[in-house]
Structure formats: C-alpha cells, structure tokens
C-alpha cells in the first residue's frame, strides 16, 4: 500500500512508483477506499521506489470543545470505527479512559486529553517494536513507535464511544525520518487528526491509508517463505508554498 | 444484526421484524454486505422478535483434497479474510497450526484437521463466556462456546495463509438451541463451510452475518447506558422438503 | 427487482416471495443499493407472489423555496444523478427546462413547476405504452404511463443541474391500481419526492428501487425467448395507524 | 476524468495532473470504479495537463470461437451492461444485430462480424460529431466519431445479451492524434477489446474510464455559464519495451 490518493485534504499533483526488477503488479481498491498492489517478489534482490508531490495545508484543524456525537446521529460509514479490532481492543479500555478524560467536554477535549496522555505517558522510541503490537500490551510496555501510541490511543476513544481509525503515510520533518502513524477522531461531525508523537498542530500530513488498525493498512503484507528488507528509507521534503 | 440475506447458499421466502414498542429503525449495508438494522431503544421493557423461513440445502458440500490457493491467486476480495482481526490474532498462530496440520495436503485436508483438532481438544461448553474472547484466550482456557472455537479456528487457517470468516446465523438441531456461530476457509477457489461444534456436513445453516470475527458480525452492539438482556431464545424448525 | 429494503423513509416489518414452481433464484445488490433477484424461468405457466408490510408516513414532506444546490456542493453519490440516461435525455431539455420554470426560485420551486406543468400538459393515460419511451418520445406525445411522466420530468431537472432519479414501487390509493413509478429531485441537501400523476401531498409510498431511469429499475429484465406475461397485479392496503 | 488506475492489463508507474492556475480539485471514485476529480475553473485562461507512463501489451488477446455467456451464468457486476444506456438504445436493435451476426458462433465471432460492419459501413470521420449522438443516430447519418461507432457496436451487442461497455482512454498510433474511445464485450468469461476504428489488434490502449456509454465516461462534465475549449491535445510516445 504505497500509492496515496488525492482526498478532500491532499492533492497528488505528480507520482512514481518504480519496481525493480520489474514484474507484473496489479492494483485494486480495498473496503476502505485504500488502493492496493498485489505482486510476487522475484528471488534475489528487489526493490521499489515510490514519490509523490503532494498538496497538503501547513497547519491542521483544531476544534477544541467540538462536540461528542451521539451514536445515532453518526454516519453508517463511520460506524465500524467503533468496533474493537487486531491491534485496539477497545472493549477492554473504558475504565481507563474514563479516568484519562476525567473533567474533560465531551468530545474533542476528550481525545486532546488522550493525545496528551500518550505523550507524557508513553515513550515514543522509533524501532521498539518489530511487530505491531495491540494497545493492551502497548500499554503494559508503556513504550512504542508511533503506530504503537496510535493503536491505544484509538482503543481508548472507540471506548468511549468515539469513532477512531488508523492513517498511515508521511510527515514532514518528523525526527527521525521514516513512514509515519498518527490517528483520526470523528468528533463534531467530521475526522480529526491526532498524534501522539509529535504535535498535529503543524500540519505537513500525506495519507496512503485509512483503516481501523495496522492489520487493514500495513505498508505490506508479505506471504510466502520470509523476506529480509534490507532497507527502508523515506524522505519528505517541501518543495514550495503555493 | 437480524435480517438474513438471501446469497447463493439460502433463499429467503418469508421473514418478519417486530419491534416493541415501535420505535424508528434504520437499515443500512455494512462493508461486507450485512444488513444492519439502527435503533435507540426506549427506556422499559423492550423486545425484538424475527422470524425468517428459508430454503437451504441438507447437506453441506465437502471437498477432501481441494487444493490450497495460493496467495497470489486469490481474488481481491478475499484478502482481507488473511489478515489478523479483534478476535483471530492470527500472527501469533503459525507455528501451531502448523503442528495441528502435519502431513496434511495443503488445502481442505488443513482446515479439516483443524476443525477435527477444535472439536477433540477444545471443550464446547454453550454460555461459558459472556462476552467474546479471542483466539490466544481460548486456546489458553481450553473451552469456549461456537463463536470462540470459531475464533480459534479461523486464526490457525489464516496463520496458515488460508482465508477464513465467521458466519453467525442459526442451525438446525443445534443442541442446545441457541443463535450459532461457525467458520468458513476459502480453497479450492470457493468458501467452505467448517463448524468445531458440530460435524458440518448435515447442512441446515441459515447465515445472517458474514464478518472478519464476532467483532463485526455482533448480534447486536449496543453504546449508551447498559442494559440486561432478559431473555434471548432461538428456534429452528424444519418445515418441509422442498 | 421485487424485494424492497428498508430505508430512511420505510421500514420492512413482514415480507414474502414466493416463487412457484419452485426453481433456484439468487439475490444480489445492484449500483444504486436494490436488491435483485436472478432466476431462471421454467417452462409452462409460472408466478411470483410478493408481499411486504412496511411502516411509512401518511404525509410527505414539502419545502418550498427549499434552494438549489450547486454542483460544487453536491456530494459525490448524487452526481450521476445529474447525467443523461436512457429515457431521459436531459442533454436535450434545457432550453424547454428554462421555459417551464421561468420566474421560479432557483430549486424546490423549479422542480413543482415542473411537477405541475406534467400534471396539466402530459396525459395520463394508464396502459398507454407497452415499452418505455424516452422523454423525448413522451414529449412528442403528449401522453404517457406514470413513468414515462416522471422520465419526462427527471430529463427536465437534470437539463436545470438538478439531481433527479427514478423510483418504482407502490402507492396506497392509486387508480387505478398498478405498480407505481416517481421521481426525486435533491434540492435543499436532501431528495424530495414528487409525483406528476397524482399529487405527492399525501403519502403512502413503498419504494422497491432506485435508479436513473426504467433501465435501472425495470421490475424485471427477461432475456432469452418472448415470454407473455398473463397477469400483473397489485394490491395496496392500509393496515394501521402505528 | 483525467487519471487513468492500474488494473489488470495497465501498469501506471508515473504520473502527473497540473491544474493551472491552481484550485483546489477532489478526488472521489464512481459507480464503475473510475478515480474522478470535481473543481471549480476560476474565470479566464485556465488549462490541466496530465501525463501518464503506463506499462500495456504490444498485442491484445483475440478469441475466435470464444463462446457467448448464456445470462444465467454471467457474474452480477457485468449485469448491467446488458441494459440500454443514454447513448446505446440496445433495446431498439434486435432485429439490425441478428442480420448483421447470421451464420456467426453465439459470442466473440458476433461481436467480430459487428466491429467488421462498423468498420465497412460506418465513416470514421474525427471531429463530425461536437457532441454525444446516440446509436440509433448514428446508424442514420452512417458516419461518426470513435464514440459514435463505439455506441452503435454496444448497442447491437447488448441486443443479443452480450454485456459491452464503453471505455475511453489513449491509444498507440492512432490517426489522428486524440483522446479515443473504443469498446469491450464480454464473451467466454472474460472482457475483449474491440475497435471498430482501428483494428485493435495491435494493443498500445491505455484506459482512463469505463461505463455505459459517454454519459458515464465524459473526459469533463461541465456544468454553469458555458466554456469554451481552447485546445484539447493528446499525445502517446513509446518509451521502451520493458
């Protein structure tokens, strides 16, 4: 899952994607909307290239006070971002949360509290964990990566009966480099962006996908006998303000 | 979850919903093509009662040595049955299904074997648990009920690369009566129907969800203030060969 | 297409659908949401019986000055709804479309000039056309079934850059009775009903499907040697007052 | 309509959409799966260039013999492909497709005797038609467009229940130089491509969009105070055997 698609916050102007050595790949669009490329890998080395340009804004939304929305007023297509999934087991966090977002609005201020909590609670350390691991255990290890933070800051808001999902993609000078996690909230009638690792404030945000967790958006799923990546490298820069 | 769909295993001929007291409902289909019926319950007394009458078939088909699908063989829409979900922690199962399924031809033979290792090991004890535990739990307690041997089942076939679903539903002559769950693999290039439960070939499935595991297929999900299920009662009768 | 699902503005509480002699049918989803039904016909004499008991208001909502919606705000799911079809051959209308709504208020009330302007100009006249006719026929005529009214009337919204679509189903108290055929038009964020052969006033609306035009939503498509339907009867009775 | 997607017989490794001067543009995905981008074109000069690098075959699968697919069998997502659309009046073309196909195999060879008849007897001339006619009024001024000889071939398709579909996109070496549009039937389970305006033989097709006819598959649907198109310029290079 490598090929962003233009949206309502993101524009694709220009695109590549390159393999090598070249066999035969095939796209198609998953339950989410999310394009996806289905290819058998060559013995030997193998690699693939991706670039996009990319129109994003600079800073995102902040709507502190938005309202929390009752489960009947949500959309039919935001309701299975209530469900508990692989990696968010959001049945088993409600006490939790209720602690965490004590005194706050319901609503947005409940996930700014959760956004906050995470990132004085758990230590973001890049590389800490090989496989996704599930919020319960994240919060057991009180450390993660940043998909890590985002799986058990979703477990916590779908607990709470507010519809959260994973996005994974690129951000803009995010230290170290590499791809990114964060998470969305759907409060006031519309999806937030919250992250844990590094203020959302600031914008620079690029989507490749949308889902409930890393099971539905991992940047690939490998079948077969095991791979070794030997490496992986992204690398955002700014090109101009429009 | 209560409206049963016709597809190609089943034809619906005569159903009915009744709610009371009558309050709005709305129906909508959900990404795997349920029908989902949406209600605010009212404060009080409050009951559902369906009723369908469907044509299914006696026996179920079997298929002893149907081939494994290879991944990249797959059509695109049953990908996603190979990722791990809430309930099926399938990325923690490989190496057990493996030994369940030595020296089984790839294929039907794995997931029979699986199924035979389900209803040998596993203790089907109906209302065992309250709410849905998950592969890793079940295979710890050695017990569960339909939905949870499912679970089980479903994570070892897709550790082995081998789609699997939960359908929900009834069954005829399911002792004790009750709504049912069971699983489906995908080889030989269709859905098979498997049940830890009860040996599956004499047929008499009526399904009324197909999802990833219980999480998405729920008889009911309920948010808001909790409520105490008085009664839930299932029956199934035959009415008449065809 | 005889199976109809519950909506927003309907809801399914008892159906059935008997089909005799007995033969396999399978049910699918379409583009726009209907359930169909696919089957092969036997040989001989042959019948499909359906019955539905379903929960609709007694009156329809009515906004005059209710505005136009322009393109850029439509949401995407509404817009093909704006393109020529089949028998509606909006490309061809705007000049006419102009006349009828001259002076009217920019939505609603351009669509119940039009709406009025079928009910006084194009007759009614029930078993007139065999076979669907365009809105260019129907216009040439003067004279059409209530379909070919509303096909007439969807061509004229959609040349006004308003969304416009066909529904079949069943009315309470048509005369004669029959089956039944409306349209919508999307003005003021929402679909609106309206009904050229008797006014839309009052309610009593089953909708079984939806689509851009008869070619949608034909109540069945047959294929293969002519078949001669003997009888199509319908019924519609008042049950109570919830 | 102006971004083509991979699938299964086109590979897009490198592309490019330039709005100038800059507005905001939204991405969203048809009924038929086409990625289409919605803006508002600000008054005076304004132009999009797009480029695409698509990876397709030198040569097209040709089948002679291939049967036809009696309905019963067809998938149901070719269904619809089978009703009369706003541009190919299938319903009115029975008796012109069964003298056209006499003594031709059921399937892929009626579909050949049909793109041979358009190529003998319909004119080819670029630029004859500004806008979409339909099939019935292109087989009376016996002369059209790409479009226009593609609409008549799914018109007579669609009338003897072969499913054909428009699709538009750039072609290899076409004379002249231009956007193209060309057909596909579905005959011995699978889609071919056919032209009747070049013999398709020699592949070189890249695809943008598929649907019905042109109302589905428009490059631009343009709605509010008229445009005038400046200039409209494709241009198709080979850049290397793979």
Redo the contacts between chains.
């Keep these: 899952m490598l090929r962003p698609?233009?949206?309502?916050e993101q524009?694709?102007?220009?695109?590549?994607?390159?393999?090598s050595p070249?066999v035969?790949?095939?796209?198609?669009?998953?339950?989410y909307?999310n394009?996806?490329?289905?290819l058998?890998a060559p013995a030997g080395a193998f690699s693939i290239h991706t670039g996009t340009?990319v129109?994003v804004t600079d800073s995102l939304d902040k709507a502190p006070g938005a309202p929390f929305v009752e489960?009947?007023n949500l959309p039919?297509a935001v309701?299975?971002y209530?469900?508990?999934?692989?990696f968010?087991?959001s049945?088993r966090f409600w006490q939790m949360a209720t602690e965490i977002t004590a005194g706050q609005a319901l609503g947005y201020d409940q996930v700014f509290a959760i956004e906050q909590w995470l990132a004085n609670r758990i230590s973001y350390i890049p590389g800490s964990s090989d496989?996704?691991v599930s919020a319960i255990e994240v919060n057991q290890r009180q450390t993660g990566v940043c998909r890590d933070l985002s799986h058990l800051g979703i477990a916590l808001c779908r607990s709470l009966?507010i519809p959260a999902r994973l996005v994974v993609g690129y951000r803009y000078k995010l230290e170290p480099m590499d791809m990114h996690a964060w998470f969305e909230a759907y409060v006031g009638d519309r999806w937030y962006t919250f992250d844990a690792v590094q203020s959302a404030s600031k914008g620079g945000y690029v989507a490749v996908g949308f889902g409930r967790d890393a099971?539905?958006v991992a940047i690939y799923?490998q079948?077969?006998p095991a791979v070794y990546p030997l490496e992986q490298r992204a690398d955002v820069k700014r090109l101009r303000t429009?």
Tied chains: 1, 2, 3, 4.
């Design positions: 698609k233009s949206n309502s524009w694709i102007s220009r695109e590549h994607y390159e393999i070249s035969p790949a095939f796209e198609y669009t998953d339950r909307g394009l996806c490329q289905r058998v340009e129109s489960v009947q039919n309701l299975d209530l469900l508990p999934s692989r968010c087991e049945d496989v996704p009966s099971a539905d799923n079948f077969g429009p």
